[in-house]
């Protein structure tokens, strides 16, 4: 295991209400990663941090923000939350640019409903 | 537009077979490859990688192939068996900056026993 938790794991949530998704790691990485599974769409990118505070948008960022004010935590957040963002939301997390690891390592996910 | 295509669904190969999943990507910068497995409600396991400078990489039972002149790569499972049933992404990325990946929507490996 990566050491990589996600929480909660699972949420129902009604429309227009605002919703934080955790994501913990215990690797030191520095860089962290918000992605959406979707059927027919693969798993998608959402938002990246590449350090404490230093965050960037993915191909779907629209209507979610994240904050990272600690290397462990980084946390994506829904301020009005729609049914089109239905979906199971996996955090990823990378070694350093050192060495040869380039991979990602993915938490357990969360799966979020939204009515 | 989708840069990194698979474009079966779904496979079935019988216990002891060759698996081959196969991925085609359209930017020629991608420099690094990924595969990953996923079991229903887990997180994608990655399974093997390869560079852009390597045309071939094996663990174990799995092996990429990468073909940059066609942008295409294969994933070979030999032999396959039924744990290997799994959703399998692919996905290519940059290995500068901020190690960015665009993923496949994934193929659907089903081992019959």
């Known amino acids: 295991d990566a050491g990589i938790t996600q929480s909660p794991r699972h949420k129902v949530t009604e429309t227009g209400t605002p919703v934080t998704l955790r994501c913990h790691q215990t690797?030191?990485?520095?860089?962290m990663y918000w992605y959406r599974q979707d059927p027919g769409h693969g798993l998608r990118l959402i938002h990246y941090s590449y350090g404490v505070k230093d965050t960037d948008k993915g191909e779907v960022s629209d209507g979610y923000s994240v904050s990272r004010s600690k290397t462990e935590d980084f946390l994506l957040t829904l301020e009005s939350a729609t049914s089109s963002q239905t979906s199971v939301y996996f955090c990823?997390?990378?070694?350093?640019?050192?060495?040869?690891?380039?991979?990602?390592?993915f938490g357990p996910g969360t799966r979020l409903t939204v009515t | 537009d989708q840069q990194v295509k698979q474009n079966s669904p779904s496979l079935s190969v019988q216990e002891g077979r060759i698996s081959i999943l196969n991925c085609d990507y359209t930017?020629?910068?991608?420099?690094?490859f990924l595969w990953y497995k996923k079991y229903p409600a887990e997180g994608p396991t990655f399974l093997i990688s390869i560079s852009s400078i390597k045309d071939k990489n094996e663990d174990g039972r799995f092996t990429v192939f990468l073909n940059k002149s066609a942008k295409h790569l294969s994933l070979h499972i030999v032999p396959s068996q039924p744990g290997d049933s799994a959703v399998y992404f692919c996905a290519g990325g940059f290995t500068s900056g901020t190690y960015k990946y665009i993923f496949g929507t994934g193929t659907r490996l089903k081992v019959l026993a």
């Open positions: 930017n020629s910068m991608f420099d690094y």
């Open positions: 990823a997390i990378s070694p350093s640019s050192s060495g040869s690891s380039y991979e990602q390592y």
């Open positions: 690797e030191n990485h520095r860089y």
